[in-house]
């Protein structure tokens, strides 16, 4: 019996080439073991992590939820100081030290960041960006990898999260196409 919490399968996703889908989890989490084991040594400075999804579904752009709030148990108990990517930003652009400091990023605008990741991230007391692409939240864009996509937040989600929550939100294009296939006017439109 299949699992209804998995909406999506993997090959209901189009997210490039197969082999690029197979190594690049396998090399994202050797980076993260050398990290972690060798965090000593490893070279100061900001560190950003990137979420799109926090969520059961089989997607391999979705982190389970539980493995969210473990992941943010770590950073709190770690004592890292965990901020939007604006606040990242403006610390580089001071001059001031990024040792210790980590910026979470989520893409796209999905629902399921508003109901799985705010509550772990608020009881932490960190912050997130969120870079929304209009079109996806307005309706005039679906995202192409997927089938049957899932919920995005809406505009009045944005407005009241962006008001009073642990998320700010930034532009991510409109239609979230690959800018690199786009001509100068078009990717200057998008962007």
């Known amino acids: 019996m299949r699992d209804v919490r998995h909406r999506e399968s993997a090959e209901d996703l189009t997210l490039g080439p197969s082999w690029v889908q197979a190594v690049k989890p396998a090399v994202t989490r050797a980076r ?6 060798g965090r000593r ?3 100061a400075g900001l560190r ?14 979705a982190v389970p939820p539980d ?15 965990v901020l939007d ?11 001031e030290p990024t040792d210790g400091v980590v910026a979470l990023s989520f893409d796209d605008g999905y629902r399921d960041i508003a109901d ?3 509550p772990v991230l608020e009881h ?3 912050r997130a960006s969120v870079f929304v692409a209009t079109g ?4 005039t864009a679906t995202p192409s990898w997927y089938r049957k996509p899932p919920p995005m937040l809406r505009w009045s989600d944005v407005t009241r999260l962006d008001r009073a929550s642990a998320f700010s939100f930034e532009a991510h294009t409109i239609t979230h196409p690959n800018l690199l296939a786009l001509d100068r006017v078009s990717a200057q439109r998008e962007i």
């Open 32 to 37: 993260t073991a050398t990290w972690q084991l």
């Open 41 to 43: 040594d490893a070279p």
């Open 48 to 61: 950003i992590l990137f979420y799109h999804r926090v969520a059961d579904d089989r997607d391999p752009l």
């Open 67 to 81: 493995h969210f709030r473990a992941q943010m148990d770590v950073l709190r108990s770690g004592g890292y100081r």
């Open 85 to 95: 990517v604006r606040a990242a930003a403006e610390l580089l652009g001071r001059g």
């Open 116 to 118: 799985q990741a705010l």
């Open 124 to 126: 932490c007391g960190f």
């Open 136 to 139: 996806l939240i307005d309706g």
